[in-house]
């Protein structure tokens, strides 16, 4: 496998995933219509003779020359303030874009990832949630339009497997968190980061006795190359089972920035998911992989890039 798709490559993960894709000798096509993401994001990228760039949605007929080897589908709104303002494109690209690129992959005979989410099991009934619990999603509901278009998303890449042999990997993703995170992202640890350094009171949505569980991001990349390079056809769960309250976190986020700022309670958004925490024990057997970082040293390094984002 050598000359590789990256939908979403403009944005925190995607960027990542192919600075560390170029580090592992592939050549790396990035893809983004940089609706949440940023093209500075491939500043290394760009450096790097194996990379090349197109800004291009994908939800449109996507053509690329020559063979492909594997489409990465990373394209998607993932943030809970963004998919709201945009809940017609966060479907579209999870349903169209995930139709265009597995059309793609289906063209080139390439290997197709598609990038799940914890939110297909919405807000579960059971903690932590393996692979095979079906998820308590609320079709009508205010998040609906990321859980279902990733729960659409993973059943058209089981029809490609049917139908047409695609060779596919699922990757349920759990919260992920480090540097490239937008500050205005809106997601908890940028929000208490931006917070915490300019003196505000921390935002807890709730009581803050909601929980997460969070993954850095060199963990989720290594996870994510790892599963791309096993034959593993079935969803996967990849997170930190390190589960914390949000005011744990808080906590965590004001003693690592040196921080004076209290929290300030402000209203639970509609259906937030009251805990979640993968097992990963599939992860672990089939592919080898566990998370490695901590949540406090992952918080020290995203800090300091915070810091130089305000
Ligand atoms: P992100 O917003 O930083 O990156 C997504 C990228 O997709 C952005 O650069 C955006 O511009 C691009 N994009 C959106 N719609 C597009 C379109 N129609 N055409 C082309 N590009 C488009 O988000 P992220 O955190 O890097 O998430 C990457 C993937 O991982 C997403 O599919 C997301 O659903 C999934 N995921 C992430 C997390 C997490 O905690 N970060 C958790 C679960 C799942
Ligand atoms: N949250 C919070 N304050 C914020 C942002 C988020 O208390 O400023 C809470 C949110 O209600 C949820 C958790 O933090 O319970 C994680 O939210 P995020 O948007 O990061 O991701 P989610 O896991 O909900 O998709």
């Known amino acids: 496998m050598s000359r590789l798709l990256v939908t979403g490559a403009a944005g925190f993960l995607g960027s990542h995933l192919c600075d560390e894709l170029l580090a592992d000798g592939y050549e790396v096509i990035g893809m983004d219509n940089q609706v ?77 990832l598609f990038t799940s989410t914890s939110e297909v099991y919405g807000d579960p009934e059971i903690n932590p949630q393996p692979e095979e619990y079906r998820g308590n999603v609320d079709p009508y509901g205010p998040r609906s339009c990321y859980d279902e278009s990733k729960r659409y998303g993973e059943s058209l890449v089981r029809a490609y497997r049917d139908k047409h042999d ?26 208490f980061a931006k917070q915490a350094l300019t003196g505000r009171d921390l935002t807890v949505y709730g009581d803050g006795e909601q929980t997460r569980s969070f993954c850095y991001v060199s963990d989720m990349i290594r996870g994510l190359i790892t599963l791309l390079e096993s034959d593993v056809q079935s969803p996967v769960n990849i997170g930190n089972p390190d589960e914390r309250t949000i005011n744990e976190l808080a906590e965590s986020v004001l003693n690592i920035a040196g921080s004076e700022s209290g929290l300030v309670h402000e209203e639970l958004p509609p ?8 097992d990963i024990s599939k992860a672990q057997r089939e592919l080898g992989w566990s998370p490695q970082v901590p949540l406090g040293d992952g918080l020290k390094t995203s800090i300091e890039y915070f810091k130089t984002q305000l």
């Open 271 to 278: 259906q937030d998911p009251q805990v979640r925490r993968p």
């Open 36 to 112: 949440s993401g940023r093209t500075e994001n491939l500043d290394d990228a760009f450096e790097n003779d194996r990379f090349s760039f197109y800004d291009h949605d994908v939800t449109e007929f996507i053509h690329i020359s020559g063979e492909l080897d594997a489409v990465l589908h990373l394209a998607s709104l993932a943030s809970p303030v963004f998919y709201r303002d945009h809940p017609i494109k966060t479907l579209k690209v999870g349903a169209l874009g995930t139709h265009k690129t597995l059309g793609l992959a289906k063209e080139k005979d390439a290997t197709y």
């Open 166 to 191: 695609l060779d596919v990997r699922v990757a349920r993703i759990f919260n992920t968190y480090g540097p490239r995170m937008r500050l205005d992202d809106g997601r908890v640890i940028p929000n």
